[in-house]
């Protein structure tokens, strides 16, 4: 099993510009997440998707919107990227269902920077 | 919402010795409290984790302890080794919360061979 794999890995964009980032996992997972994580700043939720059908806000939604595409896939997008959302972003998955806490799987992450 | 803060920022400790990380958390509601290791350039790792229902629990070097009424619980890494030097945050909130929690700034600990 890959578990959680994200695309790209690094990008750069320019003020204004929009990008959608990929998030898949293998483990038959409802629920899946994005995080942001900035220097000193921990782990962010921006969005989250509880189920196949479903998304939420998380605590830092302004400037992103998600997609989940179907039980695998959930992906970001930026639509006009600005320099505060150059970040790591995370996707990750849970296996623990009926809105349960549970061990979240991350994805080996994104970095982005907008100049 | 949840505010969640842990000391010390950074940690140094020598192989062998012990290092324990402690968090406060603000909201008397939360009962979920995990514990996640991040590897320089890697990704968060779930370490240990534990409900408002128990005290204590340990799995073999790592142990968590959880104070309700000061709202405060810590992370104990016993006979440290290199591969313990990572950057750990805790989190805290519901357990019937779908994953909404609320994650400390981290704590780099570092183990001086």
């Known amino acids: 099993n890959a578990g959680v794999t994200q695309t790209p890995k690094f990008q750069v964009l320019k003020t204004g510009q929009s990008m959608t980032l990929q998030c898949a996992q293998d483990?038959?997972?409802?629920?899946m997440y994005w995080y942001r994580q900035d220097p000193g700043m921990g782990l962010r939720l921006i969005y989250y998707?509880?189920?196949?059908?479903?998304?939420d806000k998380g605590e830092v939604p302004n400037g992103y919107n998600v997609s989940r595409l179907n039980k695998r896939e959930f992906s970001l997008r930026l639509e006009s990227a600005a320099p505060s959302q150059t970040s790591v972003y995370f996707c990750?998955?849970?296996?623990?269902?009926?809105?349960?806490?549970?061990?979240?799987?991350f994805g080996e992450g994104s970095r982005l920077t907008v100049l | 919402g949840e505010n969640v803060e842990q000391h010390p920022s950074t940690l140094s400790v020598q192989e062998g010795d012990s290092a324990v990380i402690k968090c406060t958390y603000s909201?008397?509601?939360?009962?979920?409290f995990p514990w996640y290791k991040q590897e320089l350039g890697k990704r968060p790792q779930l370490i240990i984790d534990?409900?408002?229902?128990?005290g204590e629990k340990k799995d073999q070097r790592i142990a968590v302890t959880l104070n309700k009424t000061a709202k405060h619980f810590s992370l104990h890494i016993t006979e440290t080794q290199p591969e313990d030097s990572a950057v750990y945050f805790c989190?805290?909130?519901?357990?019937?919360?779908?994953?909404?929690?609320?994650f400390g700034k981290g704590n780099q600990v570092v183990v001086i061979p």
């Open positions: 990750a998955s849970t296996g623990a269902s009926g809105g349960v806490s549970g061990e979240l799987f």
């Open positions: 483990m038959n997972h409802n629920s």
């Open positions: 998707s509880a189920s196949e059908g479903t998304t």
């Open positions: 909201d008397s509601a939360s009962n979920y």
């Open positions: 534990i409900r408002s229902n128990v």
């Open positions: 989190a805290a909130g519901p357990y019937y919360g779908n994953n909404r929690l609320a």
